[in-house]
Each structure stands twice: as C-alpha cells, then as structure tokens.
C-alpha cells in the first residue's frame, strides 16, 4: 500500500460511484448506443478498483478484454441490430416491473446484510505478495491450475468456431421447399432499408 | 469502529452487490437483447469485484482468486462472442430484438 490511505479513500468513493451510476444508466437509459458506451466507463472503473486491491496484471486484462474486445463487439453487434423498432406493447408490464424490483431490492438486502453481519477473516496485510502478484499468477497458471488454463484455451477456440457458424449465412442455391433458385442478396440488403425511419 | 489504515473489506463487497442486483434488475427488465448481454457483463463484473476483494484481503499470500477472475474474464469473453453471434442469427430469422418475441420455446 503505496498511496496514502486518504487518496485511497476518494478513488474508492469515486470509482464506486462511476460503477454505480454508469451501471444504472446502462439498464435505464433509452438509447442502446449510450448504454454500450456507458457500460465501457463501468469496466474502466472496475479495473481502477483492481488497481486499488493491488492486481495491476487483472487491472490491465480487465481494460483490454472487456473494454478492448467484449465492449467493442457489443457496439459492432448494436450497429449491425440497430433498426428502430416499435416495441408491442405487453399488458402487464407495471406488475412484471414492481415483482422483478421487488425481487432485485430483497436479494440486494439479502446480500447487504450478508456482507456487514458476517466477520470476515481479514489476513494481516504484512505478508501480502503486492506488487508481485504478476509472478505469482504466472505460477499459479502453470502449476496448479494448468489444467484449466488449458481447457481455457479449447473453450476459447470453441466458443471462436460457434460464433462462426452460428453467425455465417447458409448458402444454398436452391430453395428447400419450393426449389426455386434463391436470390443470393444480403438479406439486409433485399429487406427494407434499416436505418430510414431512426428519429 | 472500524480501523481506517484500510479501505474496509465491506465497502467493496457492497459494491459488488449493488451492482449485481442492477445486473439483475437489468436482465429481468430490458426488452433489447443487447442490453440482456450488457446486463450479464455487469453481473460478471460484479462477482469478479468479489473475487478480487477476497483475493486481496483474505488471500493475499497465494492470491488465487486473482487467478479466478483471469479464468472468468476468460469465459465471459468466450460469451459475449457466442451471445453475439446467437443474437445475430435471431435477428436474421425474426428481424427483431424484442425479447418478448422469442418465444419459439415457450411452453
């Protein structure tokens, strides 16, 4: 612990309620776009907390794989969706809301409660690895959990080829059903142009 | 009270739960099935701010939940991908997001 404990203090206090307000504003605000971008500021601020619990290494996966790819492929899927749509309206949405915050608030004072009744076990903070957390997460890797670091690497390549099947048109020349030759247009492209009534 | 040469371990966990149950809230009420996605990143984000306070706190010897959450970004990014790409082909077959419209298998 490097910094002075007041610094730490109005960081903690500012980043938790960036995360706060940005994660609220992700899930209440209108438009997707703001969401998508307000949901990057929410990950920046979770790696400032990383920061501030010492794991600088976690801190800068967190930027790059949430803020540099996941955020990223959030937006590029937003602008490749992004058709204004008149939303049905459904009857008994006032009641589905009211239930679902009731449940929301109740698991929140759940958690709460949880988190200040319990008396945690609080190691002393002199034999904390620190700044060496880089080299021991190297040797935790590949040590005792090479195994599942392996696995990570065949669930990343999965997860690579689904994503790539299930996101491919099929193109076949003819038409199962009526066997007429199928035009080979994009479909979004032969469908009504997509962004002709934004507002 | 509380000794102040730390930023208590509660502070974070609190955190962590307010942002899980947004996460949730989130989930339970978006009609967009991007913000859906958006919601569960929040929730992952949540339990790795957990992860990582217990990491830091508890285990700060042999930092294993540190290795966790690398584990869980991990996955969480194998996710997104894949949830993007259902999304997509969703959106070719019904030309909408509206989850309220995939109700293929509704019972």
Redo the contacts between chains.
């Keep these: 612990m490097s910094i002075a404990i007041t610094t730490q203090f109005i960081c903690f206090t500012v980043l938790s309620l960036v995360v706060i307000i940005g994660a609220l504003g992700v899930v209440l605000l209108e438009s997707i776009v703001y969401s998508a971008f307000l949901l990057g500021g929410v990950f920046m601020s979770v790696a400032g907390l990383y920061l501030l619990l010492n794991a600088s290494f976690v801190a800068a996966a967190q930027v790059l794989v949430y803020v540099g790819a996941v955020n990223v492929l959030i937006i590029f899927a937003i602008m490749l969706v992004n058709k204004k749509e008149d939303l049905k309206p459904i009857n008994d949405i006032k009641s589905r809301r009211i239930i679902s915050t009731l449940i929301c608030l109740t698991l929140l004072s759940l958690l709460i409660r949880v988190d200040l009744t319990n008396v945690w076990n609080v190691a002393s903070p002199q034999n904390s690895i620190g700044e060496e957390s880089t080299i021991r997460i190297g040797e935790h890797l590949f040590s005792d959990y090479l195994l599942p670091f392996e696995v990570a690497s065949v669930l990343l390549l999965m997860a690579m080829i689904g994503a790539i099947v299930l996101a491919r048109r099929d193109v076949m020349s003819r038409d199962i059903s009526t066997g007429l030759p199928v035009d080979q247009e994009l479909i979004e492209k032969s469908s009504e142009p997509l962004l002709t009534n934004k507002n | 009270m509380m000794s102040?040469?730390?930023?208590p371990?509660?502070?974070?966990?609190?955190?962590s739960?307010?942002?899980?149950?947004?996460?949730?809230?989130?989930l339970?009420?978006?009609?967009?099935?991007?913000?859906v996605?958006?919601?569960i990143?929040?929730m992952l984000?949540a339990v790795?701010?957990n992860l990582?306070?217990f990491?830091?706190?508890?285990?700060?010897?042999?930092?294993?939940g540190?290795?966790f959450?690398?584990?869980v970004?991990?996955?969480?990014?194998?996710?997104?991908?894949?949830g993007?790409?259902?999304?997509?082909?969703l959106?070719?077959n019904r030309?909408?997001?509206?989850m309220?419209?995939f109700n293929l298998l509704k019972w």
């Excluded at chain 2, 371990?9 to 955190?15: E, K």
């Excluded at chain 2, 030309?95 to 509206?98: A, C, H, Q, S």
């Design positions: 102040l040469e730390s930023i371990i509660q502070a974070f966990l609190i955190v739960s307010v942002l899980f149950c947004i996460g949730i809230w989130g339970l009420n978006s009609r967009n099935a991007v913000r996605l958006m919601s990143e929040l984000n790795n701010i990582m306070t990491s830091s706190y508890i285990d700060n010897n042999l930092i294993q540190q290795v959450t690398i584990f970004i991990t996955v969480a990014a194998a996710e997104a991908a894949v993007l790409a259902i999304l997509l082909s959106y070719r030309v909408t997001v509206d309220e419209s």
